[in-house]
């Protein structure tokens, strides 16, 4: 079946201004995560859902970055201000259930200049 | 703070050679293990998890991984690699009251030559 799919694929923006990549999961997944992978590193935590509720946001770096997930389904990672720090690839994962196994989208590259 | 080390950042071997790549972490408490490979242009897939039970996990493509407790390892192994296996491999760990979210390494390079 379909696997977890983001876009876009990649986005050029200009320091300062708002971003929003999108992340649909694996039908049927109830748990979200979003990661991001700078160049060299393992990916980080920022924050899962448990159907529409953030059960735990304590990934996310400042206040300038918030997700959702209205139904339950497609979550949206938002970033206000834009930094040229938050340059990176935004990964989303996905899972039957909260502690299962994650199944990880192509992510997306985004490039603050 | 809760972290996973990998031992090597950039490993180089020749087909048909055995490969140990190390993973350590640090907490005490109830773990979910994890090794991911991401070959070149290509996402993150699952290699091989440990949850519970045997202690030697077996995977994809002939990797197996061993949970040492006592050590706080799980280190990933293959008898003899292909040049296909050149790729980028991450050891992850979920602690078990934590929602699941995973704690990676900084991941290792591993280059095969044919």
């Known amino acids: 079946g379909a696997g977890v799919s983001q876009t876009p694929s990649n986005k050029v923006t200009e320091k300062g201004k708002y971003v929003e990549l999108r992340c649909d999961p694996i039908s049927g997944h109830t748990a979200l995560y979003w990661y991001r992978q700078s160049l060299g590193q393992g990916p980080e935590f920022l924050i899962y859902f448990q159907g529409t509720g953030a059960a735990d946001d304590s990934g996310l770096p400042n206040d300038r970055f918030f997700a959702v997930r209205p139904e339950g389904s497609v979550s949206t990672l938002k970033i206000q201000r834009t930094e040229r720090g938050d340059s990176a690839v935004y990964l989303c994962?996905?899972?039957?259930?909260?502690?299962?196994?994650?199944?990880f989208g192509p992510g997306t590259r985004l490039l603050v200049l | 703070a809760q972290s996973v080390s990998q031992h090597n950042h950039h490993v180089i071997l020749s087909e048909a050679a055995s490969l140990e790549l190390g993973c350590n972490y640090s907490?005490?408490?109830?773990?979910?293990l994890f090794w991911y490979v991401q070959y070149p242009g290509q996402h993150l897939q699952l290699l091989l998890k440990y949850f519970s039970g045997d202690p030697l996990v077996k995977g994809i493509k002939g990797f197996e991984a061993e949970f040492i407790k006592s050590k706080f390892s799980f280190n990933l192994r293959k008898p003899s690699v292909q040049w296909s296996d050149t790729a980028e491999y991450f050891c992850a760990v979920s602690l078990y009251n934590q929602g699941g979210k995973l704690i990676f390494g900084q991941g290792t390079e591993l280059s095969v030559k044919p």
């Open positions: 907490y005490g408490g109830t773990v979910n």
């Open positions: 994962a996905s899972s039957v259930r909260v502690q299962e196994t994650q199944y």
